[in-house]
């Protein structure tokens, strides 16, 4: 089965592609569609945001198409930076100046009880004629007091999931992949192909 991957972000179409390794389903990415017109993310919820995007990509290339939209929540910030994680620093954001800024708003707030957080990830899968179903994975953390670690991307250093000590980006792919939102939602999709494939 051949899926497209509806996202221009390498970091999420490695995370996506390899929880599928084992997988008879072939992967490809927007690279194969290179004037496939970009999705614009004005969408009030993730879900909105990834059924929006699977199902443009999916009507264009004509193949079943999978797209993530996903962020973080900040319960102290009224669950701030949300739909606009990537955009969160405005014009010119980045992973880091994102970071900062939330580490910013948080700098008055030390007790960890006070700085928790969570992330959202909501998968849609979307087939040509405009059907779609969605999977939704969360997991919840604390935001430390300074980056941590170098890998994964976005808020990862700054991200510590409940009961562990190091952030994501301290940790290995595969230790991310079993507790990420991302992970969650896709072992959710995982077995719904697996339910509809045999
Ligand atoms: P999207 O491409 O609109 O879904 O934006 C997602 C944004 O949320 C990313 O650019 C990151 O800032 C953040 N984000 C989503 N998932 C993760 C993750 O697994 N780790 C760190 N940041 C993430």
Redesign the pocket.
């Known amino acids: 089965m051949n899926i497209v991957l509806a996202?221009r972000?390498s970091k999420?179409a490695d995370?996506l592609t390899r929880m599928f390794v084992s997988y008879p389903v072939v992967f490809q990415t927007l690279d194969a569609f290179p004037d496939c017109p970009e999705v614009i993310?004005d969408g009030r919820t993730?879900r909105q945001?990834a059924i929006k995007k699977a199902v443009q990509v999916a009507r264009y290339t004509g193949c079943p198409a999978l797209a993530?939209?996903?962020?973080?929540e900040v319960e102290s910030l009224g669950r701030a930076p949300g739909?606009f994680?990537?955009r969160?620093a405005g014009r010119g954001a980045n992973?880091s100046r994102?970071m900062k800024k939330v580490l910013k708003e948080l700098r008055d707030i030390d007790d960890p009880r006070s700085r928790t957080a969570r992330?959202v990830?909501c998968i849609a899968l979307a087939l040509p004629d405009g059907r779609s179903k969605t999977f939704t994975g969360v997991v919840k953390g604390t935001i430390g007091k300074r980056p941590k670690g170098s890998n994964?991307?976005?808020?990862?250093p700054i991200?510590y999931p409940l009961g562990h000590d190091r952030t994501?980006a301290e940790m290995a792919d595969s230790e991310?992949d079993v507790l990420?939102?991302?992970g969650r939602a896709m072992k959710k999709l995982y077995f719904y192909l697996k339910r509809m494939l045999t």
């Open positions: 996202t972000n999420k995370e993310e993730f945001n993530d939209d996903s962020g973080l739909v994680s990537a969160y992973d994102n992330f990830c994964g991307f976005g808020y990862d991200f994501f991310k990420s939102h991302r």
